[in-house]
């Protein structure tokens, strides 16, 4: 079984402050997803990363994918309060076909920003 | 709209009753999953079509959970005599070929009482 740890779980910071939540497992992805969601809401694809090492940005998010493609992270920069909410990271096993495409979801980090 | 489309949005039922969801995916989308997600938690993989077939169920889903696809289009998921474990938001994800993106409904979530 593929498990995807996420950290922290909880974040709670102030308007302008930078931060960074983690995804980490010991089995390799072959594609790893950021997801956003909101409350009463279903997951909002924000980036996939393929490559190891691979690094993109999308305005002030960055998301970077481990060289092994065993962990990746997500980095804010100059937080607003409507970066609120729940990211979670999710990952396609790299099993070939029989992966199916299913996604392997971490726990989530519940992000509230503070104007 | 063309999103992934998902019916009812919320279900409230009593418990020994039975439920059906539907899930209608991206028009040009094969591959259809559902999964399910308590509060607090990600989402957990429940199943999975391509096309009509299901080619994965998850030890999730028990013998009171049966899923279709019939026409490789829409879906449903029907949970027979509900349990109040049952109670989480069932979320329909489409994608259009293997390891590309999976696009989420909005969900369903449903309470047993």
């Known amino acids: 079984t593929q498990l995807l740890e996420q950290s922290p779980q909880f974040l709670s910071i102030q308007e302008g402050e930078n931060l960074t939540v983690y995804c980490n497992s010991s089995?390799?992805?072959?594609?790893l997803q950021w997801y956003r969601q909101e409350p009463g809401e279903g997951p909002v694809l924000l980036v996939t990363?393929?490559?190891?090492?691979e690094v993109k940005k999308l305005k002030r998010l960055t998301f970077q994918f481990g060289d092994a493609r065993k962990d990746s992270s997500l980095h804010i920069t100059a937080a607003q309060p409507g970066d609120t909410g729940l990211y979670l990271c999710?990952?396609?096993?790299?099993?070939?076909?029989?992966?199916?495409?299913?996604?392997?979801f971490g726990q989530g980090t519940i992000l509230t920003v503070h104007p | 709209d063309t999103g992934v489309s998902q019916n009812p949005r919320h279900k409230i039922t009593k418990r020994g009753q039975n439920v059906t969801f539907r899930c209608d995916p991206i028009?040009?989308?094969?591959?259809l999953y559902w999964y399910r997600q308590t509060l607090g938690q990600g989402p957990e993989f429940l199943t999975y079509?391509?096309?009509?077939?299901?080619?994965?169920k998850s030890r999730l889903l028990s013998d009171r959970f049966s899923a279709e696809r019939p026409k490789g289009s829409f879906s449903t998921l029907e949970i027979q005599r509900t349990e109040q474990g049952d109670s989480a938001m069932y979320l329909c994800?489409?994608?259009?070929?293997?390891?590309?993106?999976?696009?989420f409904g909005q969900g369903t979530r449903l309470t047993v009482v």
């Open positions: 994800a489409s994608s259009f070929r293997l390891n590309t993106e999976a696009f």
């Open positions: 089995s390799v992805f072959s594609s």
């Open positions: 990363v393929v490559t190891g090492g």
């Open positions: 999710a990952g396609i096993a790299n099993a070939g076909g029989t992966s199916y495409g299913k996604l392997t």
């Open positions: 028009s040009e989308h094969n591959r």
């Open positions: 079509f391509q096309n009509e077939a299901q080619l994965e």
